[in-house]
């Protein structure tokens, strides 16, 4: 039954996906986009993925619609007409399928129990989690813990995308206050209803915090979710009150001490005479050592990518038009 | 019975796919892709019940949250649009 509705909800995607890219209107494009986002939320969901599909609900269903928007707003809203070159990049997309399609031939089937990754790595994660670290969510042991080089250098992948933005489209606070934005001010449905929600996205951004050992969710998916509520904010108040409450120096603070705090914890392990990202000697208890080192590795994790999304948002929205 | 409401809903997200393809205005789009999130937020919470992981449900409520967002995104960007453009505002995107 999932079969079927995975399959459906793929062409609607292929669909989606073919018509982004026929569409000459980019504000089309952002909207279509938009549906990408939750049909892969959606299609992610099925194959039992909740932590990727929450990545994707978090990430696709606000923010980067709110990205792609505010970048929109710096630019023509056509597409550039665009002349050859078309064969070349026809030939190099038919290409990579056929080799793609190729690959897929040699790929065990989608829940075979004989794929290799059944044979000796998720059996070993599922043996090893409840002695090791004992939470019952197996994603955030592994992502945590048992791979958390791998996370650090995500989380320092995101902080370096964060510096590239802000090196693009950062600026100096003008000394002559400009004609403040004043965002949705005037909207009294819009803003009634938005006050509410902001609380809720908050608590929730934090449930998925701290509840991430438990359930789907971590760091990741509340970072997106406490910039959300944020940038929901801004986009009501405007951005120079959302500025005001949260100065670029907390930003960078953010930036920069999420990825610090993770660093930090790896380093504390090696003080306490363990390895590099080894929370075991962090506790007297080796179980709660590591509770306490993924506890603080994801607090660094959410922070850095909190304030990321919300220092590229609040680099688009100062900007004025060109 | 699960699985014939995540049919119904199933169904009326293509339909839903549809008017945002065809437009032909952009309330039209908006207004499919809004609905596009609610019937996403539906579908996720049947599921949820139908493979019997109830604790999953977090991800329709951050749908659910969140999707109000992109709609106030779309409504700053054509306020801002139509304050450096006042002629531009109706104008209806193909």
Do not use: E, H, T
């Given at each position: 039954m999932n079969l079927i509705f995975g399959i459906f909800l793929l062409t609607l995607m292929l669909i989606t996906g073919i018509a982004v890219v026929r569409t000459k209107n980019l504000f089309v494009a952002t909207t279509l986009m938009g549906i990408f986002s939750l049909l892969l939320a959606a299609n992610f969901f099925l194959l039992d993925a909740a932590d990727v599909a929450l990545t994707e609900a978090a990430v696709g269903a606000g923010i980067s619609t709110v990205l792609f928007l505010s970048a929109l707003s710096l630019t023509a809203e056509q597409e550039k007409p665009c002349f050859g070159g078309r064969l070349l990049a026809l030939s190099v997309v038919v290409i990579t399928t056929l080799a793609l399609l190729h690959a897929t031939l040699d790929s065990p089937q989608l829940g075979d129990i004989n794929a290799p990754v059944h044979q000796h790595v998720a059996p070993w994660y599922i043996d090893k989690t409840p002695q090791v670290i004992d939470v019952p969510n197996i994603v955030t042991a592994v992502l945590a813990s048992f791979r958390g080089y791998d996370t650090l250098g995500e989380v320092f992948v995101v902080f370096t995308a964060g510096i590239g933005v802000m090196f693009l489209l950062s600026h100096y606070p003008r000394k002559k206050p400009h004609k403040p934005h004043e965002g949705l001010r005037h909207y009294l449905i819009q803003r009634l209803v938005g006050r509410t929600v902001i609380p809720f996205i908050l608590l929730f951004g934090f449930y998925v915090q701290f509840h991430g050992d438990f359930g789907p969710g971590g760091g990741f998916q509340a970072g997106a979710l406490v910039a959300a509520a944020i940038i929901l904010f801004a986009l009501l108040e405007g951005t120079d009150q959302a500025i005001h409450i949260i100065p670029s120096w907390f930003l960078n603070g953010m930036v920069a001490g999420g990825a610090l705090l993770y660093s930090a914890v790896g380093v504390a392990g090696m003080l306490m005479?363990?390895?590099?990202?080894?929370?075991?000697?962090?506790?007297?208890d080796p179980v709660a050592g590591q509770h306490l080192g993924i506890l603080l590795i994801e607090l660094g994790v959410g922070i850095t990518v909190t304030g990321v999304l919300l220092s590229i948002f609040l680099a688009f929205a100062s900007r004025k038009h060109f | 019975m699960y699985i014939a409401v995540a049919l119904a809903l199933v169904v009326t997200m293509g339909l839903a796919l549809i008017r945002a393809l065809l437009g032909p205005t952009v309330y039209d789009r908006v207004l499919a892709v809004n609905m596009m999130g609610t019937k996403t937020v539906l579908l996720l919470s049947v599921i949820t019940f139908a493979i019997g992981r109830?604790?999953?449900l977090d991800l329709a409520l951050a749908y659910a949250l969140i999707n109000f967002i992109g709609v106030l995104a779309v409504l700053e960007f054509f306020r801002k649009r139509s304050e450096l453009d006042p002629e531009n505002n109706t104008k209806e995107a193909e």
């Open positions: 005479g363990g390895n590099f990202l080894d929370y075991s000697v962090l506790a007297s | 109830p604790d999953f």
